[in-house]
């Protein structure tokens, strides 16, 4: 990334009112006891951490990196706070933004995943385009926005219990909403660890399997009962002619077996006529 200028590199103290929040902030959610923390420890000992701003208008700054510290500064009554000022467009002011969020703070899976989708979409960015930007493997980066399948109230709820990506990914194995629900009520409530989550989803998969295995089963015997019905039917019809037809049926677990015994002597009868 291109500085403006030497002078620029040096970190200068803004006042917070010219200080803007940025357009490519990922994270949307703060402790608020955390913040209270940071602001006590800023009134104590200052901004220790310079943020990162650009340029925006003629007096005014965009901020890039560092909102956690602006907001903590701001709850500690400080009027300025240290920034280092950069030259960046807009891609970069994203790119930048994002990095510094999973480098410095502990995004939720979720905001990450929504900051790298969002990356992608307004730039117009392939997968492997965005993992090369963030310095990471393309396969991680999927599956990060694979987690974005999940609906937004079981986004919210896995949030709100605590726990972590892997837990996230477990559950969307479960293909089924009804089942997934299922899964996430009883993990939050047993205070499931991963391990645990991902032995407790694999047992629903494999009822569901089951279940569907017997769905077939049932589906099968169906449509072999009507052509068992077909076959009685093409019997009574021989039987109407005159031809002296019958059948033998036999069945047992593993399967139906069905005789059908014309005599040759009214079959030849018939074909000599």
């Known amino acids: 990334m291109r500085l ?13 009112v010219q ?26 000992n200052g901004v ?16 890039i990196a560092g909102e956690r510290r602006l907001r903590a500064a701001a709850l500690a009554g400080s009027e300025k706070v240290p920034c280092l000022v950069i030259d960046c467009d ?31 979409q307004e730039w117009h ?16 980066i999927a599956n990060k926005l694979r987690l974005l399948r999940l609906a937004p109230e079981e986004r919210e709820a ?5 726990l972590t990506e892997r837990h996230a990914r477990a559950v969307l194995k479960l293909k089924d909403g009804g089942l997934r629900s299922i899964a996430l009520r009883h ?20 009822k569901n399997r089951e279940q569907e295995r017997k769905s077939h089963r049932r589906i099968i015997i169906k449509d072999v009962r009507i052509f068992m019905n077909t076959i009685n039917k093409a019997v009574d019809t021989m039987r109407l002619s005159g031809i002296d037809a019958f059948t033998d049926q036999k069945e047992t677990e593993e399967y139906i077996e069905c005789v059908v015994r014309i ?7 018939r074909h000599s006529a």
């Open 263 to 269: 005599p040759k002597a009214a079959a030849l009868d």
């Open 19 to 44: 200080i803007c929040p940025g357009k490519a902030q990922p994270r949307k959610n703060f402790s608020n006891e955390e913040l209270l923390e940071l602001a006590r420890s800023i009134q104590e």
């Open 187 to 206: 993990m939050i409530e047993r205070g499931l660890n991963v391990k645990q989550t991902e032995d407790f989803v694999e047992r629903l998969l494999e």
């Open 125 to 140: 960015i392939t997968q492997e385009e965005a993992a090369k930007r963030l310095g990471k493997k393309q396969s991680t």
């Open 158 to 162: 896995i949030q709100r219990a605590g």
């Open 4 to 16: 403006r200028s030497k002078e620029e590199n040096r970190v200068r103290q803004i006042p917070l």
């Open 48 to 63: 220790l951490q310079p943020l990162t701003v650009r340029k925006a208008g003629l007096a005014g700054f965009e901020l």
């Open 90 to 120: 807009d891609q970069q002011a994203a790119i930048y933004s994002l990095l510094e969020n999973l480098q410095r703070v502990d995004l939720d899976p979720f905001e990450e995943a929504e900051g790298i989708e969002k990356l992608i």
